[in-house]
């Protein structure tokens, strides 16, 4: 068995582990970036122990390229990448950056990523540096220039604090949402979107929407639709976290705004769990970028947990999101091979997924434990 930095960049592998989800266990080899079930030569084993083999994690909410004050250089950005692979998050959908990180397609040791474009806001309703902020009447030009911009994702926000109300209200009238997300259909983009409060995901379900972030208003009356039409809830659970630290700084001057968003949180359990037991696909992403650091997929993962179930939190961090976003969902002959090497297994404790002995991207080693 190899192990340790000797194996960085290794590229004709051999290992033997419990492969998940399936439990099965077998031995594999990689070679050419794909997965193979019949011997290689010249391999190097890995493992030939008992170890387990899980599909690479998705963070399927973050942010490449951006934190607090807006757009940063391309070295911070690679920074936020080398971060989400080190903990086996090997492919990312970006929720919406104001940098321009196409240019992580090229590199063949940074995680695959799938772009939204920059967040579309309205003027003085958002984070300042963030998105593209346009009044309703531009909207659906500037989804068009936003699919463009992507990798088949566009990225609304649907709600912000309305300092003349005090409270969250939509950022977009339903109609017009709608006539956006059409658009974005016809380009072939999905569309997802930022939204806490009850009525805009409403509006926005009704509307067509494809995708919805955070999401603690989801009503009882909206989980069956969502769940008909399977429009996708990624909670982001770690970044809930901090809605008590949001209602601390507008409780002053926006004291229903406080009150709002608390009373969000506190049935965030109840409010997914029924989402989940009805059927709503929900997948795991950390929200990094912004205001959280990348490479805490681990934790969102058992986050999760509290609603999902230990395997349908792994699910939601791995193969299941992997096949949501349209890529190989499992180890098998001619997958990519992108897999993250455990030494216990997950299924038991998602404490493993702190610490992965080994992260295999496009077939080689790019770190080792």
């Known amino acids: 068995m190899s192990g340790g930095s000797d194996v960085l960049g290794a590229d004709r592998l051999h290992l033997r582990g419990v492969l998940l989800p399936d439990g099965d266990e077998r031995d594999l080899w990689v ?52 971060a989400e692979r080190a903990a086996g998050a090997l492919l990312l959908r970006d929720a919406g950056s104001p940098a321009d990180t196409r240019w992580v397609h090229d590199r063949e040791d940074l995680p695959r990523l799938i772009r939204a474009g ?129 209602a601390q700084a507008g409780e002053a001057r926006f004291p229903r705004y406080a009150a709002h968003i608390r009373a969000l949180y506190a049935r965030r359990l109840d409010t997914f769990g029924a989402a989940h037991d009805a059927g709503v696909p929900i997948y795991a992403g950390t929200d990094a970028g912004g205001y959280l650091p990348h490479g805490l ?19 939601a961090g791995s193969w299941s999101a992997r096949r949501w976003l349209g890529h190989a969902d499992v180890l098998d002959d001619g997958a990519p091979a992108d897999f993250v090497v455990l030494d216990t297994d997950p299924r038991t404790d998602l404490a493993a997924l702190r610490s992965p002995r080994f992260v295999v991207l496009r077939g080689r080693v790019v770190e080792t434990a």
Not at 40 to 65: K, M, N, Q, W, Y
Request: with cysteine.
């Open 31 to 82: 070679v050419d970036g794909l997965v193979r079930l019949e011997p290689v030569r010249e391999a190097i084993t890995l493992t030939d122990l008992s170890s387990f083999l899980l599909p690479g994690l998705v963070d399927a909410h973050c942010h490449i390229g951006l934190e607090s004050q807006g757009a940063v250089p391309y070295e911070i950005a690679e920074q936020h990448a080398l």
């Open 118 to 246: 920059r967040h579309i806001a309205r003027p003085k309703r958002y984070l300042r540096n963030y998105g593209a902020e346009v009044e309703p009447d531009q909207l659906v030009a500037e989804v068009e220039r936003q699919a463009g911009r992507g990798d088949g994702w566009v990225k609304l926000v649907g709600d912000w604090i309305d300092r003349e109300v005090g409270d969250l209200t939509p950022l977009w009238p339903i109609e017009t949402a709608r006539a956006a997300i059409a658009r974005a259909h016809e380009l072939g983009a999905r569309v997802t979107a930022h939204v806490f409060g009850e009525q805009a995901v409403a509006e926005l379900v009704e509307a067509g929407i494809d995708g919805i972030e955070h999401g603690t208003g989801i009503s009882s009356d909206l989980i069956g639709l969502m769940a008909e039409r399977q429009v996708a809830l990624v909670p982001t659970m770690l970044q809930l976290d901090n809605f008590e630290q949001y």
């Open 297 to 315: 997929v681990a934790q969102e993962i058992a986050a999760l947990a509290q609603v999902l179930g230990v395997e349908g939190a792994l699910a």
